[in-house]
């Protein structure tokens, strides 16, 4: 059974980082593609960043340069490091994969940003 379990969230100030963290069982980070999502309550669920199985990253526009989506080494983990944050980061941070056509979620991770 595929289990995604994000942390790291919080609250700072704009122009502060946080790095989320995202533990993976059931499925390798290393041999997979992963990706973070964000969703603001009432609107879509959107796409940040994705790493896939050979490692290559891509990320959104609206974070590149800012945000960067990475393996752990020696975890089954994936990590976004995020540096000069803005208020219009603020959302609920989402650990993804999938896995034989099914999708996979973690619970979440709340991020805050104040101006």
Same mark, same amino acid.
């Given at each position: 059974? %595929?289990?995604?379990?994000?942390?790291? @969230?919080?609250?700072?100030?704009a122009g =502060? &980082?946080l790095r989320? $963290?995202?533990v993976?069982?059931?499925?390798?980070?290393?041999?997979?593609?992963?990706?973070?999502?964000?969703?603001?309550?009432?609107?879509?669920?959107?796409?940040?960043?994705?790493?896939?199985?050979?490692?290559?990253? %891509?990320?959104?526009?609206?974070v590149? @340069?800012?945000f960067?989506i990475?393996? =752990? &080494?020696?975890k089954? $983990?994936?990590?976004?490091?995020?540096?000069?944050?803005?208020?219009?980061?603020?959302?609920?941070?989402?650990c993804?994969?999938?896995?034989?056509?099914?999708?996979?979620?973690?619970q979440?991770?709340?991020?805050?940003v104040?101006?």
């Open positions: 059974q %595929v289990q995604l379990v994000e942390s790291g @969230g919080g609250l700072v100030q =502060g &980082s989320l $963290s995202c993976a069982s059931g499925i390798s980070v290393s041999l997979n593609a992963m990706a973070w999502y964000r969703q603001v309550p009432g609107k879509q669920r959107e796409w940040v960043a994705t790493i896939t199985s050979t490692g290559n990253t %891509v990320h959104a526009d609206s590149k @340069g800012r960067t990475s393996r =752990g &080494s020696t089954n $983990s994936m990590y976004l490091q995020m540096n000069l944050l803005k208020p219009e980061d603020t959302a609920i941070y989402y993804n994969t999938a896995l034989f056509s099914r999708n996979y979620w973690g979440g991770t709340q991020v805050t104040s101006s």
